[in-house]
């Protein structure tokens, strides 16, 4: 057994990664985060991301109980509704979600940069920016070097690569694990959330998680996101004290442009898209999502006519491919580095949030000297690829994530949607199978080892 506790080198300051250092520094145990944004604003991170009971339960277990309690103060307002509407933005089912009552047993609405501040604070002596791994070096002594584009460099005990769906760290380590084009492109745009853009909504889409099921392979995904603070970063009248109490004394704030907005995104088969798609940018984009939506319902296209132009991205969807077990060594993976997986099922972030509780506690137990920091990591990564891979493979076949699936075909393609629909509809309608249907959602987003 190791003599003294490791010391942890995480590359990349995302979720799961920072996840795992609080956890880490929370058990005593010696960590440092290598991230290659040059300060904690930067990065287009403002988009929606649902974190479930999994990844709640992750942030409780990882975090200072007073920075979970911000992690809840800073979330959006809550969904009361999942609802499936066509392009006309006509109804075709909508389920009732679990109030959020319960700090984790709940679905909650997150801002990524929002999140990424919570995260961040109170990390300033762990966290360092504007740092570009370039390689590593596995030593005799058990230890383990990065090194950085600055040419600076830094040993510790375990590299743990948290450097997303590109991630260099894997590309060494791991060069046969490769993640491969899903065949779909999203275009994502948000909205600043205004009287009349909240006019242009019925009150069920305003309270909900939309997909829109639209004809000729066109879907879509809508969010309001609604925060306890105002266009000028100033809490709203009616703020619970206690939580006012939290934001008010939280400095994240002041880093975080986060505000009230409407997220819609517009996916579909790469096919549809112009050729040079992931070059366009501002102005260009949006044009782009009117002209695939120009059979939709006027609401939803002002909604993208009215959208930031600065905001607005294109994503190529990517997937990893499954990997084989691998001997375990100083270097282990964790969420998109290892495990990317298309938004499908909304569980990526959820994903790599379980994957740093799990690594924390199998760390934490090597500290203890209850095992080997070599065993430690075998036991994570036993545990961490079974249940990573099981929901690339779910992701990928849900919700037309893949450009193959039958949804985008010419004429089978009509019958795909109609039978979408129907199920949804029929679903929705009967008692015992929307119940069923909501309990299965937060027993799958609830999961946990």
């Given at each position: 057994m ?66 979970f309690?911000?992690y ?5 307002r ?8 066509t ?23 997150v ?11 109170g ?5 360092h ?11 005799d ?27 260099a ?59 306890k603070?105002?266009a ?12 006012a ?39 260009d ?21 009215r959208?930031?132009p ?34 499908g ?5 959820n ?29 994570y ?32 393609g ?5 039978g ?10 009967v ?17 946990e080892?």
């Amino acid at each position: 057994m190791s003599a003294r506790p490791p010391h942890v080198l995480i590359i990349g300051a995302g979720t799961g990664g920072m996840c795992l250092a609080h956890g880490l520094r929370r058990a005593g145990l010696s960590v440092a985060v290598y991230e290659r944004h040059r300060t904690r604003a930067d990065g287009l991170l403002g988009y929606r991301v649902g974190i479930g009971p999994t990844g709640s339960r992750a942030l409780r277990e990882c975090l200072p109980p007073e920075l979970f309690a911000i992690y809840l103060a800073t979330c959006a307002r809550s969904p009361r509704w999942f609802n499936i509407i066509t392009q006309r933005m006509r109804q075709t089912a909508s389920f009732e979600l679990r109030p959020d009552t319960h700090p984790v047993d709940t679905e909650r609405s997150v801002a990524r940069m929002t999140l990424r501040q919570v995260l961040l604070t109170g990390m300033a002596d762990v966290v360092h920016f504007d740092k570009t791994f370039t390689r590593y070096e596995q030593r005799d002594d058990g230890t383990v070097t990065a090194y950085f584009a600055d040419g600076s460099s830094a040993t510790g005990d375990l590299l743990v690569a948290a450097d997303g769906t590109h991630s260099a760290v894997r590309r060494q380590y791991l060069p046969h694990a490769v993640t491969r084009d899903a065949g779909t492109i999203n275009i994502a745009t948000r909205i600043p959330l205004t009287p009349h853009t909240r006019s242009l909504l019925p009150e069920r889409l305003q309270r909900g998680i939309s997909l829109i099921f639209g004809v000729g392979g066109m879907m879509g995904v809508l969010h309001v996101m609604e925060f306890k603070w105002d266009a000028d970063g100033r809490l709203k009248p009616g703020v619970d004290d206690a939580d006012a109490d939290l934001l008010s004394g939280w400095k994240g704030l002041a880093h975080d442009p986060t505000r009230d907005n409407i997220n819609l995104v517009v996916w579909s088969t790469a096919r549809r898209f112009p050729a040079d798609v992931l070059q366009r940018r501002g102005e260009d984009l949006v044009q782009v999502a009117l002209d695939l939506t120009s059979n939709w319902h006027p609401h939803l296209r002002e909604l993208f006519a009215r959208s930031d132009p600065d905001s607005a991205l294109p994503i190529r969807v990517s997937t990893s491919e499954p990997v084989p077990p691998w001997k375990s060594s100083t270097v282990t993976l964790l969420g998109d580095a290892i495990h990317t997986m298309t938004p499908g099922r909304g569980v990526g972030a959820n994903t790599a949030l379980r994957d740093a509780a799990l690594l924390c506690r199998q760390i934490r137990l090597a500290a203890a000297g209850d095992k080997t920091l070599l065993q430690a990591v075998a036991d994570y990564e036993t545990a961490m690829v079974p249940y990573g891979f099981a929901r690339v493979a779910d992701s990928l076949n849900r919700s037309g994530t893949n450009g193959d699936d039958r949804m985008y075909k010419p004429v089978v393609g009509r019958v795909a949607l109609l039978g979408a629909r129907g199920y949804f509809g029929v679903t929705s309608r009967v008692p015992r199978l929307r119940r069923k249907f909501v309990d299965d959602f937060y027993t799958y987003r609830g999961e946990e080892d």
